[in-house]
């Protein structure tokens, strides 16, 4: 049961909201927009490898090809247009998306639990932090708490993240890298 709640979490969850964050920098509508760019495609396939390895590390090699085709499949499903899923709506409330044990921040710690490196999914979790979405409900709370606060208390107060956790410091370094 932890692994099929852990693979919908962190592959798909994980991997559409990297996708949206992504996409939302380079003004995308859909998702369909962001994953035919290819390079939303291949960060958000590597995101979503990582998860996938760190899966394939905690429950054994017989889970393998179970997620390995799961990731070509969402990766398939994400092209989807009759979907007409938005970019606005898969990224919506990043507050909630970016909690430790959420889809992207949990996905990036649970990564490093199983020894594998997280830094494709901390690239989605610096697109979340710069999501800037009119009319979202928690995305101005972000905003304005980068402007006032600055990084550093984003990730702790909304990652939960201390300072002395490694993922912190990767953080905060891949959002100065991108500024």
Same mark, same amino acid.
């Given at each position: 049961f932890e &692994?099929?709640?852990?693979?919908?979490?962190f592959?798909?969850?994980?991997g559409?909201?990297?996708?949206a964050y992504?996409g +939302?920098? +380079? !003004?995308?509508?859909?998702?369909w927009q962001?994953i035919?760019? #290819?390079?939303i495609y =291949?960060?958000? +396939?590597?995101?979503?490898?990582a998860?996938?390895?760190?899966?394939i590390?905690?429950f054994?090699? =017989?889970?393998? =090809?179970n997620?390995?085709?799961n990731?070509i499949d969402l990766?398939?499903?994400? #092209?989807n247009?009759?979907?007409k899923?938005t970019v606005?709506r898969?990224?919506?409330?990043?507050?909630?998306?970016?909690?430790?044990?959420?889809? @992207?921040v949990?996905?990036?710690?649970f990564?490093?639990?199983e020894?594998v490196?997280?830094?494709?999914?901390?690239? !989605? @979790?610096?697109?979340?932090?710069?999501?800037?979405?009119?009319?979202?409900?928690t995305?101005?709370?972000?905003?304005?708490?980068?402007?006032?606060e600055?990084?550093?208390h984003?990730? =702790?107060? &909304?990652?939960?993240?201390?300072?002395?956790?490694?993922? &912190?410091?990767?953080?905060?370094?891949?959002?100065?890298?991108?500024?």
């Amino acid at each position: 049961f932890e &692994f099929y709640i852990k693979r919908k979490l962190f592959l798909h969850n994980g991997g559409h909201a990297v996708c949206a964050y992504l996409g +939302k920098q +380079k !003004g995308y509508e859909y998702i369909w927009q962001a994953i035919a760019d #290819q390079e939303i495609y =291949e960060a958000a +396939k590597a995101a979503m490898t990582a998860s996938a390895n760190a899966l394939i590390h905690k429950f054994g090699p =017989e889970v393998r =090809e179970n997620v390995e085709n799961n990731v070509i499949d969402l990766l398939f499903r994400f #092209q989807n247009r009759a979907l007409k899923d938005t970019v606005a709506r898969v990224g919506a409330d990043p507050v909630r998306k970016l909690r430790r044990n959420d889809r @992207i921040v949990g996905a990036a710690l649970f990564a490093m639990e199983e020894g594998v490196d997280p830094a494709p999914i901390i690239r !989605g @979790i610096v697109a979340a932090l710069k999501f800037d979405q009119e009319g979202d409900a928690t995305a101005p709370q972000v905003q304005a708490a980068l402007k006032s606060e600055g990084v550093a208390h984003v990730i =702790e107060q &909304f990652m939960g993240l201390k300072p002395e956790e490694p993922l &912190f410091g990767m953080i905060q370094s891949a959002w100065e890298a991108s500024l």
